[in-house]
Nanobody
Framework: QVQLVESGGGLVQAGGSLRLSCTAS????????MGWFRQAPGKEREFVAG??????????WYGDFVKGRFTISGDNAKNTVYLQMDSLQPEDTAVYYC????????????????WGQGTQVTVSS
């Protein structure tokens, strides 16, 4: 398994922005699909965004609730994937998790097998 460490969470006012980072170690980053998930108190974990690099071009996909507010990207040289979150709302408050799965292909992985410890995002109204 790949080791994942998230950072960048915090407290922000509604309408503000945050950028989460997830650094992976131990594997060839570009041969993985990377994803962001979140879990709010009392709710199930939900998919936020995903990215696949191989084969090129890079492909991304998002949960329906994102509605253009979030952007996933990555830097293969740094083994890091980012989640830029704009126009944050109180309902975006959750623990955000980075996930990884060995994957190269034109589709999307059916599951993610490696997970980070999570980073808290709190949006105040």
């Amino acid at each position: 398994q790949v080791q994942l460490v998230e950072s960048g969470g915090g407290l922000v006012q509604a309408g503000g922005s945050l950028r989460l980072s997830c650094t992976a170690s131990g594997r060839t980053f570009s041969n993985y699909a990377m994803g962001w998930f979140r879990q709010a108190p009392g709710k199930e974990r939900e998919f936020v965004a995903g990215i696949v690099w191989t084969p090129t071009p890079t492909r991304t996909w998002y949960g329906d609730f994102v509605k253009g507010r979030f952007t996933i990207s990555g830097d293969n040289a740094k083994n890091t994937v980012y989640l830029q979150m704009d126009s944050l709302q109180p309902e975006d408050t959750a623990v955000y998790y980075c996930a990884a799965e060995p994957y190269t292909g034109w589709g999307r992985p059916a599951r993610f097998g490696s997970w980070g410890q999570g980073t808290q995002v709190t949006v105040s109204s």
